[in-house]
């Protein structure tokens, strides 16, 4: 009955949904409000005004980029919540998923791949703003190299190769290092993260530094949640 | 009428009925990580309904080219990118719940 | 929309409704994990190359991994 | 839709399709299923002959606007197609051939479907029409080619498969960096006839990696590594294939690479240097090292490699020469032509002897000329091939090689190579006297007094090959001017250059006084070795590049390993031979020392333990997971390549195969995500 029920409570909604979603205006009709509205703005003069050559990159780092400090805050507040859950790393032996050992084969050829992988996750992470990528992408490949790291070469090898010492500096460091990269501007008489006002080489710089930034936080946040997930204390 | 239009916004309809499946499992089914699951493909088809209507017909990737005029709408894809990382910590958090949950259970029932 | 755009949502309808409905937690990962592929694809169609590359990495990668390790740990039969 | 893309299409789709329907749908029909392959390669070999003669030799470029991937195009243009029917060709043949000689195979059903994905591949890497288009199809060929090299399931294939498998990577790593940088230099990744703009240095750079990527494959000489191991194990059409065919997807890659960044009509002395010495070295290091061989299967992929040494070295004088290197390269698409029609032939032929003995070892065999009469007249044929004696078709190709080496100077180095090339000849000629000597003649031993010659299938798959020796060996000039002067033009070469080569003249003085040296060399040799035992020199473990590539792979291995906690199973036990015969590692191996001393335990011994721990350690969670997905939508794949009765080894197999399917998927998606990125 309560079945029967939801199923009916979960049609209403659909049919609820599918009748807003038809009244939508035809899809990629440059007519559309959200085609009109602030985007020729973005399209026109965003290259311009940002140095940016990827537009998503550009409202990222520079007319958004209050967002996305917050949002780094936020991934940073998930993974304080949780450690303050799960504690860091207290049991004694981790729990493998898989337990047989990987073939010689994965373990020799993935000790040549991944420094290649790490070159690329950084290239994708610094030219950000000249192609496809960027911060976001970068941090993203690397928490998955580490990840990979950690499935093949065995947990424990990998905090020892990562140990929590390293990352709690580093986990901190990198939401205050993009802050800190935000107060710069202060000192030239800007608001907060306002790159505008720094001449076109520095902001080069700064903009390569917010990247370096988002891909540190992204990066690591992404690659402890992973550890914490995979060590809870179990009696 | 009706059909031309359900197909030239099939991608809203698309996401829509992809809600509606991940509602379904957050909603009925009784795996924690079942649900979890569900949350994951309830984000991925909001995802695709903001990218959707980010869209424009015969637009390029928001990559500046010279000579390129037509481009798609960018905001959308900057807050869809920001939000795919926010996923994965909130799914990894869930996860963390739900083992968390499942182990004191285990213990309770020792 | 081409009509391989049409495809892959089809597809994409298709898996959901296979993870949803599967018995087996960890073969629901491993079409999530396909999942996040074809959403990658649709994505790319739509003309956002940078999250078809971000949802690849972390949709079937990062998350399926995560996944993986959670349902392991949540499995009954994981007593050693 | 025109009718070159779908006939394209259809040539590359129809054994992929055959691999998916001989696997579903082939073990249902009872007794035809054995011919379901045979007759797939069979269509492919009719369409694409109607590709190959009906073609005008123009230049036709195939795009697939309609997929996403809109880069991926194929072009039909005379050197793509000779290789392509040649591919066709020499696979139907050893299909047939298989039809007999996988009968009493337990799993022939997962062998069918990797014969013909790689067919499909093989044919792709052909008629790729970029170098992004051939990178896909490197990978799929790379990938498919391992079920078969691991196909007996012994301890000596898999490793032979890790160490294939291992080159693969790296050579695909240095293939991607390679293409990467050539989309840098030339704006897109066609193919061209050399390139405007680019520094000399990062072109250089971009050969360099292209040729690693492409030379592994090839068996080039510090590459060749996994040649000499992979190819004995698989069976015997699937070796014959790998010697015949596919080593040439990497030479015709190198080929390529080399014109598409160069040009035919420039002279680079210094790359032509370094490739022609490459060419010569692996010559000679091959033909010595088959020469102390005694299986014969070993020693056919030694020649495997010196061969592709000889291709190599036309490449080098091609590019050396300049303007002047059609006949350099001519011979070498020609030996690419004839080497894969005798090695092939070869490699069946010492496969049907071992169908009706049982024995690869040369020295165990003899006097089987009288038993298997036909066998032994292909393999003389063959042989009379590949040892370059005229009217044959080897001597052709050779010859022009060496007139190529003689034009490039006199004196100095030029003598050196030319003086190698000669003993390499006679090294050659040597070795298969040797080989028709020790099976086809001397004493017949007595338990093989009940042989009978081939079955008709496999000699049905052997004689056109045979055929195809003496043809092309009697009339050069009229394959010559039909197919290799239209090729030459495609490549670049210009109609002024083209006109000295129109017509090539192989019985020049010069040519008989190096024929008769090469022949006084080579029975100078087989008598030396024979009367005073040299074949059966054996040199120190450290004296060559395996020692060295299993001690740096064991390296890599343990570099992750901060502490290594010495397994039982090395101190004591199965797998530890070295442990009771007190050699350095089993001291080392009783002693907990610092990983470094890890080194001296050989690859072949940490992959033995690796399968021998797997056995014992293998818990509930890897058949855990097997056993989900056998219920579950990859049931039917699991259950048949793991119904094996080894077992065990087979999940580190499927294991390995799942890993490197990852891996080249994870290539790609890089690969089409870095054309984006660098534009």
């Known amino acids: 009955m309560?079945?029967?029920?939801?199923?009916?409570?979960?049609?209403?909604?659909?049919?609820?949904?599918?009748?807003?979603?038809?009244?939508?205006?035809?899809?990629?009709?440059?007519?559309?409000?959200?085609?009109?509205?602030?985007?020729?703005?973005?399209?026109?003069?965003?290259?311009?005004?940002?140095?940016?050559?990827?537009?998503?990159?550009?409202?990222?780092?520079?007319?958004?980029?209050?967002?996305?400090?917050?949002?780094?805050?936020?991934?940073?507040?998930?993974?304080?919540?949780?450690?303050?859950?799960?504690g860091r790393e207290k049991a004694k032996r981790g729990l493998s998923p898989l337990k047989v050992e990987p073939s010689p084969l994965i373990k020799i050829t993935m000790?040549?791949?991944?420094?290649?992988?790490?070159?690329?996750?950084?290239?994708?992470?610094?030219?950000?703003?000249?192609?496809?990528?960027?911060?976001?992408?970068?941090?993203?490949?690397?928490?998955?190299?580490?990840i990979i790291f950690a499935l093949i070469f065995g947990f424990d090898e990998a905090v020892k190769k990562f140990p929590a010492s390293k990352r709690v500096f580093f986990e901190g460091l990198a939401v205050l290092y993009f802050m800190l990269l935000g107060l710069m501007s202060l000192f030239v008489g800007g608001n907060f993260l306002n790159l505008n006002l720094f001449g076109s080489p520095v902001r080069k710089l700064f903009t390569l530094g917010l990247e370096i930034g988002i891909g540190l936080t992204s990066g690591i946040t992404i690659a402890s949640l992973f550890y914490i997930l995979k060590k809870v204390e179990r009696e | 009428m009706m059909i031309t239009r359900v197909f030239s916004n099939l991608i809203y309809v698309a996401s829509m009925i992809l809600f509606l499946i991940g509602f379904y499992a957050v909603a009925l089914r009784p795996n924690l990580i079942k649900k979890i699951i569900g949350i994951n493909i309830m984000e991925t088809s909001i995802f695709l309904f903001l990218i959707g209507i980010g869209n424009r017909k015969g637009g390029a990737a928001p990559l500046i080219v010279d000579g390129v005029k037509n481009y798609v709408n960018p905001l959308p894809q900057a807050v869809v990118l920001m939000a795919l990382v926010v996923g994965v910590g909130t799914t990894a958090l869930a996860l963390i719940l739900a083992v968390k949950l499942f182990e004191r259970e285990e213990e309770e029932q020792l | 929309m081409t009509s391989l755009t049409v495809l892959l949502v089809l597809a994409l309808i298709t898996l959901a409704i296979i993870i949803v409905s599967s018995r087996d937690m960890l073969a629901a990962v491993i079409f999530f994990s396909a999942y996040g592929l074809v959403m990658a694809l649709v994505w790319q169609q739509l003309g956002a190359p940078m999250l078809a590359l971000a949802e690849i990495v972390i949709e079937s990668g990062i998350i399926s991994v995560l996944f993986v390790v959670a349902v392991f740990r949540t499995s009954k039969d994981d007593a050693e | 839709m025109d009718f070159h893309l779908i006939l394209t299409s259809l040539i590359i789709a129809i054994p992929f399709l055959g691999a998916g329907i001989t696997y579903w749908f082939g073990h249902k029909l009872k007794t035809a299923w054995d011919y379901l392959p045979f007759l797939f390669s069979l269509t492919t070999l009719i369409l694409t002959s109607i590709l190959f003669f009906g073609g005008?030799?123009?230049?036709?470029?195939?795009?697939?606007?309609?997929?996403?991937?809109?880069?991926?195009?194929?072009?039909?243009?005379?050197?793509?197609?000779?290789?392509?029917?040649?591919?066709?060709?020499?696979?139907?043949?050893?299909?047939?051939?298989?039809?007999?000689?996988?009968?009493?195979?337990?799993?022939?059903?997962?062998?069918?479907?990797?014969?013909?994905?790689?067919?499909?591949?093989?044919?792709?890497?052909?008629?790729?029409?970029?170098?992004?288009?051939?990178?896909?199809?490197?990978?799929?060929?790379?990938?498919?080619?391992?079920?078969?090299?691991?196909?007996?399931?012994?301890?000596?294939?898999?490793?032979?498969?890790?160490?294939?498998?291992?080159?693969?990577?790296?050579?695909?790593?240095?293939?991607?960096?390679?293409?990467?940088?050539?989309?840098?230099?030339?704006?897109?990744?066609?193919?061209?006839?050399?390139?405007?703009?680019?520094?000399?240095?990062?072109?250089?750079?971009?050969?360099?990696?292209?040729?690693?990527?492409?030379?592994?494959?090839?068996?080039?000489?510090?590459?060749?590594?996994?040649?000499?191991?992979?190819?004995?194990?698989?069976?015997?059409?699937?070796?014959?294939?790998l010697s015949g065919i596919m080593i040439k997807a990497g030479a015709y890659g190198i080929i390529r690479s080399l014109f598409s960044i160069f040009g035919p009509e420039i002279r680079s002395i210094d790359v032509g240097f370094v490739v022609i010495w490459v060419g010569v070295v692996t010559m000679f290091v091959a033909v010595f090292m088959a020469l102390l061989q005694e299986n014969a299967k070993k020693m056919l992929a030694y020649h495997s490699i010196s061969q592709m040494g000889y291709i190599v070295l036309g490449i080098g004088c091609a590019i050396y020469l300049g303007g002047k290197g059609a006949l350099a390269i001519g011979g070498s698409l020609y030996h690419i032509v004839n080497h894969a029609l005798f090695k092939t032939s070869l490699f069946l032929t010492v496969g049907a002897v071992f169908y009706r003995t049982g024995e690869f070892n040369m020295y165990k065999l003899g006097g089987l000329l009288k038993k298997m009469p036909i066998i032994a007249f292909c393999t003389i044929i063959a042989s009379l091939g590949i040892s370059g004696i005229p009217l044959f078709n080897g001597y052709v190709s050779k010859t022009l090689i060496h007139q190529a080496v003689t034009h490039l100077g006199h004196g100095g180095w030029v003598s050196l190579a030319e003086i190698l090339f000669l003993i390499i000849s006679g090294g050659t000629i040597a070795?298969?006297?040797?080989?028709?000597?020790?099976?086809?003649?001397?004493?017949?031993?007595?338990?093989?007094?009940?042989?009978?010659?081939?079955?008709?299938?496999?000699?049905?798959?052997?004689?056109?090959?045979?055929?195809?020796?003496?043809?092309?060996?009697?009339?050069?000039?009229?394959?010559?001017?039909?197919?290799?002067?239209?090729?030459?033009?495609?490549?670049?070469?210009?109609?002024?250059?083209?006109?000295?080569?129109?017509?090539?003249?192989?019985?020049?003085?010069?040519?008989?006084?190096?024929?008769?040296?090469?022949?006084?060399?080579?029975?100078?040799?087989?008598?030396?070795?024979?009367?005073?035992?040299?074949?059966?020199?054996?040199?120190?473990?450290?004296?060559?590049?395996?020692?060295?590539?299993?001690?740096?792979?064991?390296?890599?291995?343990?570099?992750?390993?901060?502490?290594?906690?010495?397994?039982?199973?090395?101190?004591?036990?199965?797998?530890?031979?070295?442990?009771?015969?007190?050699?350095?590692?089993?001291?080392?191996?009783?002693?907990?020392?610092?990983?470094?001393?890890?080194?001296?335990?050989?690859?072949?011994?940490?992959?033995?333990?690796?399968?021998?721990?797997?056995?014992?350690?293998?818990?509930?969670?890897?058949?855990?997971?097997?056993?989900?997905?056998?219920?579950?939508?990859?049931?039917?794949?699991?259950?048949?390549?793991?119904?094996?009765?080894?077992?065990?080894?087979?999940?580190?197999?499927?294991?390995?195969?799942?890993?490197?399917?990852?891996?080249?998927?994870?290539?790609?998606?890089?690969?089409?995500?870095?054309?984006?990125?660098?534009?």
């Open chain 1, 2 to 86: 309560r079945k029967l029920g939801s199923f009916l409570f979960l049609t209403l909604i659909g049919l609820f949904l599918l009748l807003t979603v038809l009244e939508m205006p035809i899809m990629g009709d440059p007519a559309n409000p959200s085609n009109t509205v602030t985007t020729p703005r973005y399209i026109s003069e965003g290259a311009r005004e940002t140095n940016c050559k990827n537009l998503v990159s550009a409202i990222m780092l520079n007319y958004r980029s209050y967002d996305t400090m917050g949002e780094m805050v936020a991934i940073f507040t998930v993974l304080a919540a949780a450690l303050a859950i799960l």
């Open chain 1, 111 to 146: 000790v040549i791949y991944i420094p290649f992988f790490i070159v690329f996750a950084c290239y994708v992470a610094i030219n950000g703003c000249y192609s496809v990528g960027g911060g976001f992408q970068g941090g993203v490949i690397l928490a998955s190299v580490i």
């Open chain 4, 56 to 241: 005008s030799g123009g230049h036709v470029i195939i795009k697939y606007p309609f997929l996403p991937f809109s880069k991926v195009e194929l072009s039909i243009n005379s050197l793509n197609v000779l290789l392509a029917f040649l591919t066709a060709l020499v696979w139907t043949a050893a299909m047939l051939f298989s039809v007999s000689y996988m009968k009493k195979s337990v799993k022939r059903r997962r062998f069918y479907v990797f014969m013909l994905l790689a067919f499909s591949a093989n044919l792709g890497v052909f008629l790729a029409g970029n170098f992004l288009t051939l990178f896909i199809f490197f990978e799929l060929l790379g990938l498919s080619a391992y079920p078969l090299i691991v196909h007996n399931e012994s301890i000596e294939a898999f490793e032979a498969g890790t160490k294939y498998l291992i080159m693969v990577f790296l050579g695909d790593l240095a293939l991607l960096l390679g293409i990467l940088f050539y989309y840098k230099i030339a704006g897109s990744v066609a193919f061209a006839t050399g390139l405007s703009g680019g520094s000399d240095y990062f072109k250089v750079i971009t050969f360099a990696l292209m040729g690693i990527g492409f030379g592994v494959k090839a068996g080039v000489v510090p590459l060749h590594i996994w040649l000499p191991d992979a190819h004995p194990v698989s069976p015997s059409p699937a070796s014959a294939l």
């Open chain 4, 431 to 679: 070795s298969f006297i040797k080989l028709f000597a020790l099976i086809f003649l001397g004493k017949l031993p007595e338990k093989y007094e009940s042989v009978k010659d081939a079955p008709p299938f496999m000699i049905a798959g052997i004689l056109p090959l045979t055929a195809l020796v003496i043809i092309l060996g009697i009339l050069p000039n009229r394959f010559w001017g039909t197919f290799m002067i239209p090729l030459l033009k495609n490549l670049g070469y210009k109609t002024l250059s083209l006109n000295s080569v129109s017509i090539i003249n192989i019985l020049t003085g010069h040519d008989i006084q190096s024929l008769i040296i090469s022949l006084f060399v080579g029975i100078l040799i087989f008598a030396m070795g024979t009367k005073y035992d040299l074949f059966h020199m054996r040199f120190p473990c450290w004296f060559g590049v395996n020692y060295w590539f299993e001690q740096l792979t064991m390296g890599l291995y343990f570099l992750t390993h901060r502490e290594v906690h010495l397994p039982e199973i090395m101190v004591a036990g199965p797998g530890t031979e070295a442990v009771k015969e007190g050699s350095i590692s089993g001291i080392y191996a009783r002693t907990e020392v610092h990983r470094l001393s890890f080194f001296v335990i050989s690859l072949k011994r940490r992959i033995k333990y690796s399968y021998l721990k797997s056995k014992a350690v293998l818990t509930e969670k890897i058949n855990y997971i097997i056993g989900k997905l056998r219920k579950g939508f990859l049931a039917k794949l699991y259950q048949d390549l793991s119904a094996s009765k080894t077992g065990i080894e087979f999940e580190l197999y499927v294991q390995d195969l799942n890993f490197g399917m990852f891996l080249v998927l994870f290539l790609l998606v890089i690969c089409f995500i870095s054309f984006r990125l660098i534009g």
